[in-house]
Nanobody
């Protein structure tokens, strides 16, 4: 069965960096686009970033553009999100999500359990 397991969250000071990872199993990772979605306390889901199956095309929400970098290692079945210059408003639970095709901006059909990111001094 499809499994997505996020890791790398934690507490970081404003301006700091974190790298999230998502280990995937149960499907052919290299055939599907992947994304990151976050949910801040008391707020709805916010799409953060997406990467196509080959890794050659990436997309970002305006709120994180220039600070976050999505990447993937298809040999390791792992998705990453490098987060730099973190702001308090980046604090959220970050979810890894599997696309339903190799192209970006398709429906996410599986989600991980999430990893908490806290940005505070």
């Amino acid at each position: 069965q499809v499994q997505l397991v996020e890791s790398g969250g934690g507490l970081v000071q404003p301006g700091g960096s974190l790298r999230l990872s998502c280990e995937a199993s149960g499907f052919t990772f290299s055939s599907y686009a992947m994304g990151w979605v976050r949910q801040a306390p008391g707020k709805g889901l916010e799409w953060v970033s997406d990467i196509n199956s080959g890794g050659g095309s990436t997309y970002y929400a305006d709120s994180v553009k220039g600070r976050f970098t999505i990447s993937r290692d298809n040999a390791k079945n792992t998705l990453y999100l490098q987060m730099n210059s973190l702001k308090p408003e980046d604090a959220a639970v970050y979810y890894c999500a599997k696309g339903s095709s190799g192209n970006s901006f398709t429906l996410y059909d599986y989600w991980g359990q999430g990893t908490q990111v806290t940005v505070s001094s």
